[in-house]
Each structure stands twice: as C-alpha cells, then as structure tokens.
C-alpha cells in the first residue's frame, strides 16, 4: 500500500494557490518591464492614484496652454509680417513719388501710380492672410474675407454700388463748383476786385482765410463770415513786384495761398500768378479780377482737385458694414451745399467687411497662456495705419494727368506730396510700427509663458514618472528573485509527487 502525506507542511508550501499567486506577480512584472508602468489603472496604484490624478490634470492643463500657444504664435508671427511688408510698402511709394517728377505720358499715369496699384493690391492680400480657414485680420468675424476685391472697391460691383472712383468723382463736382473756382464767387467794379465763398454755407470748395498785400496801393479788407469774403481796392497805382496774397483753406486740413504779383504794362506773365498794371486804378483793377478768377480756376484744378481726392479716399476708407462711407448727396453735385451723407450697402461698395466693434482690435482674439492671462492677438484691415496706407494707394492709383492738359503737372506734383506726407504717418496717425510693436509684445508673452510651461511640465512630468513608471533594474531584479523562488518551488513539488512510504523506507 502506497501512503502519500498530504498532509505536510512541505507540501502545503509548494500549494497550487501559491504557484497562482507566484506566477501573477511574475506576469504583472513582465507587464512592467514591457510598458514601464506600476499599473493598469488608476485603482491600482493604490494611494498614490490621487497623486497621479492631481499631476495629470495639471500635465493637461498645460498641454491645452501650450497648444494655443503654438498656434496663436504661428498666427501672429504671419500677422507680424504683413504688417511689416505693408509698411515696406508704404515707404516704397514715398521713395517713388519723391524721386520721380511728373512724365508726361500717353496713358496719363506715371511709373510710380503703376506701381502703386500694385502694391495696393499687394495690400489687400496681406490684410486677406488666411490661416486653417482663419483671416487674420478680419476681427471676431475670423471666418469672413475682411476686404471686397480690387475692381470692386474701385469700380464698383456692376449693380449700382458704386466704388471709390465714382465717390472721387462726386466729391470733386462738388469741390470745383459749377463754375470751377471752388465754390467762390469773383466780383467787384471800378477800383474794386472781390471774393466770397458761395452762400449758402457749406462744407465743400475753398474757404478764404484771409488776404495780405505788400503795399498801400492794393488794400484788401477781409471779412471772416461765415460766409467769409475778400475786398480789394486799388487805391493807387501799384509799383511792378507788389504782391496781393489769398489764404485759402481746403477740405482736406490743408491750406493753399495765392500770390498775385503786379507787374509793368506789356510784360509778360503768367494770368495765373500776376495781374497787369493798367493805365489807370480801374483798369488795374479789372486786370487783377481776371487774375483773381485765373488763379482760383488753376487751383482749383490743382490743390483742390487733390484734396477732395483726399477727402472722398478718407471717407471711403472710413466705411464699414455698420458705419458706410459718407457721400456727397446728389446728383446734381456740383451745386450740392448739404452735408455728407452716409451712403448704405446698396448703393456703395462697403470695402472693409469684417467686425468693426468699437473694442480694441488685439482684444478680438485672445489666447489663454495662463491661469487669468490672456493675450490679444487679434487685428482688424480697418485699423488707421491700413486705412491711411489704402487711402493713399488709391488715390495715385486712380487719378490720371493727360499730357494735353496744361495743370497736370501742378495737379500731379500737389497729388504726390499729399500722398507722400501721409504716408509718413505723422503726427497723432497710427503707425504700422504701433501694430507691429503689439504683436511683438503678444510674441513675447507667448513665448515666456511657453518657456513656463514647459519648465513646469518637465518638473511634474518627472514626478508623475515617480508615480506611475518602474524603473527597468529594479522590475528585473524582481522577476529573477521570482524565478527562482519559482524554481525552487517547481523542484520541491516534483520531490513531493514521487514521495510513497517505499522512496521514504
């Protein structure tokens, strides 16, 4: 009779519940050294799975920072440098106009304004920069294009809205007057020459300023008005060189003085700039009342012409889908006196079509960096910087000076110095360096807080590996000890399988 002892405390240590339990920590340790974590989940890790918890929700946390941040950068780095080439722009065409003279040319337009049609269009795209399906200069409306097209902020769309053209061309009827002398009339009789503005009042045309003479012979009284206006008398026979002058005052802030210089009988002069002395105080003055209404008609097709471009650009510029463009009421507009109107979105081309909220243009969009700070990034095509720059590109873009006529020089040379001195952006303007200091701001708060973060993440990323990961060495020294005991145990059950009373006799 065969006696196995079951009963044994050698047997009952080499128990199949002991392999299991063995063979479960060797295979859970095996997991480990594959993935180099504690654990399967969360429940797992014992106490320490409150640890993990907390460090994970801030790991996340400052991967969603750092996302926005590495997006929002890339946005304003391209925004950054639209701006810069827009300026570029800019300066380029206060280059041409200053080191080119008028050309007389058979289409009317010179180098410089075919060059600035190009870097107007060259504007529009920048300030259409689209990013992922974002413009960047569209405001809190990121998904709409924020301006028209070229042609159609020119000519219009073809359905009766009217362009910037035409909003020139109405502005300029209105400035020169039926007459073309800027809404002033010319009068007077015997010693007497006069000028006034056009009564009723209004906004459009000259604005005399004031009137000097260089001598007791021409003596000009002055009246401030409104309507203001100008008396000469000739009381006595000039000497050739005396000088009357005329202060003008244009629509566009500037000021436009006329000089009416005496000269001898059966000189030559020009009509525009000096007045014949006659035979007597009476015909010396209806010699200057013909000079006065030659002087006002070239300045008016000169100065003036320039400036009302100015205004008419300005105001265009000024339009938006809530605020349209002002607009001289007519027609007729020559004659209009009441003042600006705001035209509407179906009869004008609203250029900018983005959000134009009053709030500041960084505020409409902003990327989270931190807990409690954010950082504007936004902009809008309709800031002062793009609208004066627009503005100006526009302006030479469209005016043509046909070599046949004799004040297309003037009118030329009084067109690019405005446009010149605008785009200085002087004085209290904004400035495309204004925008592009603010991004280099937002640039910089991006990337110190992404330097933050990161600093942070590396430090709760290693603290979290102390958490969650095994270390190779230790695991393996681990599984060995579990081999071996494991062995051990194969071998001693393999002893106590064979053991029977005749082995143990």
């Not at 969603?64 to 300026?87: H, Q, R």
């Amino acid at each position: 009779m065969t006696i196995t002892s079951y009963g044994t405390g050698a047997y009952r240590s080499a128990s199949p519940n002991s392999f299991v339990s063995t063979r479960g920590q060797l295979s859970d340790l095996e997991r480990q050294l594959a993935t180099k974590e504690k654990a399967e989940s969360y429940g797992a890790l014992g106490l320490d799975r409150i640890t993990s918890l907390d460090l994970n929700a801030k790991v996340s946390s400052l991967d969603s920072w750092l996302d926005g941040i590495s997006l929002a950068d890339v946005n304003v780095k391209l925004a950054t440098k639209s701006v810069e080439n827009f300026a570029k722009l800019a300066s380029e065409t206060v280059n041409d106009t200053r080191s080119n003279s008028y050309v007389a040319s058979a289409t009317g337009r010179s180098a410089p304004q075919v060059l600035a049609e190009e870097k107007f269009k060259q504007t529009l795209d920048l300030l259409n920069t689209n990013v992922n399906g974002r413009y960047l200069f569209s405001g809190k409306t990121s998904d709409v294009q924020p301006t028209v097209s070229y042609s159609e902020l020119i000519d219009g769309d073809g359905t009766g809205r009217a362009g910037l053209r035409q909003l020139i061309s109405e502005r300029k009827q209105a400035d020169l007057g039926v007459s073309g002398l800027g809404r002033l009339t010319t009068g007077g009789a015997g010693a007497t020459a006069t000028i006034a503005d056009e009564a009723p009042v209004h906004s459009y045309g000259f604005k005399l300023a004031g009137a000097t003479s260089t001598s007791a012979s021409l003596a000009p009284t002055f009246t401030a008005g409104p309507p203001a206006d100008v008396s000469v008398t000739v009381a006595s026979q000039p000497v050739s060189g005396d000088a009357l002058r005329f202060k003008l005052n244009l629509p566009d802030g500037t000021q436009e003085e006329i000089v009416l210089t005496a000269r001898a009988a059966g000189t030559t002069g020009s009509a525009s700039d000096s007045f014949e002395i006659g035979v007597d105080v009476n015909a010396t003055a209806a010699n200057l009342r013909s000079a006065i209404t030659s002087a006002l008609t070239k300045a008016a097709s000169t100065t003036l012409s320039a400036a009302s471009s100015q205004v008419a650009a300005k105001n265009f510029f000024a339009g938006s889908v809530s605020n349209p463009p002002l607009r001289v009421p007519g027609p007729p507009y020559d004659t209009a006196t009441a003042a600006p109107v705001a035209g509407t979105a179906a009869n004008t081309v609203i250029w900018y079509q983005g959000d134009d909220d009053s709030d500041p243009a960084r505020s409409t969009s902003t990327v989270q960096v931190d807990k409690g700070q954010l950082v504007g990034t936004g902009a809008r095509a309709n800031e002062e910087a793009f609208r004066v720059g627009l503005a100006q590109f526009a302006v030479l873009a469209i005016e043509t000076f046909p070599a046949g006529d004799p004040n297309s020089q003037a009118r030329y040379e009084a067109t690019t110095s405005r446009v010149s001195e605008k785009l200085g952006f002087g004085g209290s303007v904004q400035k495309p360096s204004e925008i592009i200091i603010d991004f280099g701001s937002a640039q910089t708060s991006l990337a110190r807080a992404k330097e933050r973060h990161e600093s942070t993440k590396n430090y709760l990323t290693t603290t979290l590996a102390g958490v969650e990961n095994v270390t190779t060495e230790e695991v393996a020294v681990q599984i060995l000890a579990l081999q071996t005991q494991l062995q051990a145990s194969y071998q001693t059950t393999a002893i106590l399988s064979k053991l029977s009373l005749t082995n143990y006799l």
